[in-house]
């Protein structure tokens, strides 16, 4: 396996691994301003919540650890996501993980 030849400086975190602050993720926010063609919405959603969640666990594992090279074979799905999920206008509350609800201020917040 080829690994990246980039060197990142990494915010190491001891409380929690799930806590994921701005300017921990150098690798997703370089992946953020990469401009690739998006897919459908309707075609995104369906891939993210599948039964098996292939796509969940592999990039979720990314953006945990950060890992560069696995965003960046992804770039085109999270993006078109990360956009599917900013321009759903919904006005109410969305349930998006086991009746966890996120109402939409903080989601235009976060994907603004």
């Not at 950060?66 to 992804?74: F, I, Q, T």
């Amino acid at each position: 396996m080829a690994s990246s030849s980039r060197t990142v400086d990494k915010f190491a975190c001891e409380t929690s691994r799930y806590l994921l602050p701005t300017f921990r993720r150098p690798g997703y926010r370089e992946i953020m301003d990469t401009h690739v063609e998006h897919d459908p919405e309707h075609e995104v959603f369906p891939i993210w919540t599948k039964e098996d969640g292939q796509y969940y666990r592999i990039i979720n594992t990314a953006l945990l650890n950060d890992n560069y090279d696995v965003l960046k074979k992804n770039v085109k799905f999270i993006n078109s996501l990360r956009r599917a999920i900013r321009d759903n206008n919904a006005k109410e509350s969305v349930k998006v993980y086991r009746g966890l609800c996120i109402p939409s201020k903080h989601v235009n917040q976060e994907y603004k």
